[in-house]
């Protein structure tokens, strides 16, 4: 008798309860029961939440979570939690931290609590006119966003603006209305979208047309969060590691293959707190990225500069969609804590302390980069990884990265040569 031929078509998975799609996944792939037991065991978030948090839940992925130490922002010291499975990101921070917590810390500021909602109209025969008389239609839009929203308007929040572009296409012009919007301490995605659908239809009745798109831009750049802080000459180790940090700004300013690798650094701090912190990684990055791009070409998200007194001042400045309410910040637990151990209480506070984070993590990137280079201070955190994946346990790990780290040598095929010594 030939076996039935898998198949991935499942109508109504979504249905089952994560141990039945479980059950059904470990049949089709063939997992083991080692493999089941652990994927059953959801760890510390209850499987009713996040059977709800997303859709055909089967397991959880526990990602560490770490404190960055030294840590002094606007004259504050905090703590803050960072979630990442790569080593060396939450010790980057920490050492940045370290050295410039004698000059102040970071000094922070944000642009304001701004999203932009977009409305694509297309086929319009008269752009300029139609911009015109959507712009001519301020208070009723105003009206109509603000009536979206009611508890966003009672807590400050609320329609600020209405800005409207005119965009050549493949296609033809575009009449395309920007929304802004303040939506306070939410991320705002789901506030912004449902004023731009409600809108919708009145800009076509306005100005003929059809609208296909309502959506957030994620180019969040009436939310920009600015961090700042200067390491002295002494603290850093000299004028030379001072001048290889700005040699490899200028590289990242000058040459997209190296800015996408300096961002993806800064990117380690900045991604590490808005997940820890139920946020969405996805529309930071992607705001990120396209404010690196902003000027044409994709360049550096920070500035390294040498200070009248020689010292060295690194700035930052990025797009920070991020919110206490909303998403998961408000419905995961352990973001909950997360944001409970910063003991922030405002949106606007979290993007300021993530924008510093973002800066240090670039600033230890840059210094090992100019100096020792990266492998020496990765690889040696890294080094208890590769101990594990040659299979050692419990004081064994800590043992074998000590001697990988001492031949110089972190490698998954040595390491196995050397616990087989170690275990004698
Ligand atoms: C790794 C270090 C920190 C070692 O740095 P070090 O100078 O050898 O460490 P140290 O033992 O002298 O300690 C200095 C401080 O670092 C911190 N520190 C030191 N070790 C730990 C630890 N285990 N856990 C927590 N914190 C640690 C800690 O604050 C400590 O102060 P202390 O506590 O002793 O007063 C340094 O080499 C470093 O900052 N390297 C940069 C690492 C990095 O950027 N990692 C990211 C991964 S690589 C990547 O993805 C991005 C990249 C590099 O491609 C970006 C780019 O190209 O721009
Ligand atoms: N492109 C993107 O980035 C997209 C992202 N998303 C997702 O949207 C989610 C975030 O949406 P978001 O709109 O922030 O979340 P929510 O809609 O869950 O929460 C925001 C709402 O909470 C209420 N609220 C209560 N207290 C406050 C306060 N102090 N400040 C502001 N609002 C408050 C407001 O009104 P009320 O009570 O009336 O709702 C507000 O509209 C994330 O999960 C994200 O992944 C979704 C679509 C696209």
């Known amino acids: 008798m030939s076996t039935p031929e898998k198949t991935s078509r499942v109508s109504g998975f979504h249905k089952k309860s994560p ?31 996040a059977d709800h948090l997303i859709e055909n839940v089967i397991a959880t992925m526990n990602v560490p979570v770490g404190v960055a130490t030294n840590m002094r922002v606007d004259g504050e010291d905090i703590l803050v939690p ?18 410039c917590y004698d000059s102040g810390g970071f000094v922070t500021s944000m642009s304001g609590t701004l999203m932009i ?5 297309v086929g319009v025969s008269d752009p300029v006119h139609a911009r015109i008389r959507i712009l001519e239609r301020r208070e009723e839009i105003k009206a109509v966003c603000d009536a979206c929203d009611p508890v966003l308007v009672k807590l400050g929040g609320g329609f600020r603006d209405v800005e409207v572009r005119i965009i050549e296409s493949a296609g033809g012009p ?41 959506i957030l831009s994620n180019l969040a750049d ?8 200067v390491w002295t000459c002494d603290a850093i180790g000299g004028a030379a590691v001072r001048d290889g940090i700005i040699s490899a700004f200028q ?8 800015a996408a690798t300096h961002n993806k650094g800064v990117m380690n701090g900045i991604s590490a707190v808005v997940l820890a912190t139920g946020n969405d990684t996805r529309a930071v990055e992607a705001g990120a990225h396209a404010y690196a791009a902003r000027r044409g070409a994709y360049g550096s998200l920070t500035d390294w500069e040498v200070t009248a007194e020689g010292d060295l001042a690194g700035t930052i400045e990025l797009p920070m969609a991020v919110g206490l309410i909303g998403g998961a910040t408000k419905l995961h637990p352990t973001a909950r804590a997360c944001l409970r151990i910063l003991g922030v209480a405002s949106a606007d506070r979290l993007s300021r302390i993530i924008a510093a984070v973002g800066l240090a993590q670039n600033f230890s990137a840059l210094k090992a980069l100019a100096t020792t280079g990266i ?3 990765h690889m040696s955190l890294h080094a208890q990884n590769i101990a594990m994946m040659a299979g050692a346990v419990g004081d064994e790990v800590a043992a074998l990265a ?23």
Not at 19 to 45: I, Q
Not at 89 to 96: E, H, L, T
Not at 117 to 121: D, E, P, R, T
Not at 201 to 213: A, D, M
Request: hydrophobic share 45%; aromatic share 4%; glycine share 8%.
């Open 402 to 424: 000590s001697v990988l780290v001492g031949l110089g040598t972190v490698r998954v095929d040595v390491a196995e040569i050397e616990l087989r010594k170690l275990r004698g």
């Open 19 to 49: 141990r039945e799609r479980l059950d059904f996944v470990a049949g089709f792939s063939g997992l083991d029961e080692d493999e089941v037991g652990h994927l059953a065991n959801m760890g510390n978030l209850d499987p009713h939440l």
């Open 82 to 99: 960072m979630a990442t499975e790569e080593s060396s990101v939450v010790a980057a921070v920490c050492n940045a931290a370290r050295q």
């Open 251 to 258: 590289f990242a300013a000058a040459d997209p293959y190296r």
């Open 222 to 229: 009436r939310r920009l969060a600015r961090a700042r802080a």
């Open 174 to 214: 575009m009449v395309v209305t920007h929304l802004i919007v303040d939506t306070r301490d939410a991320m705002g995605a789901n506030a912004v979208n449902s004023m731009a659908e409600k809108l919708a239809p009145q800009i076509e009745v306005w100005c003929g047309g059809r609208v296909y798109l309502r």
């Open 117 to 121: 909602a977009q409305v694509q109209l």
């Open 375 to 377: 492998q020496k201070g």
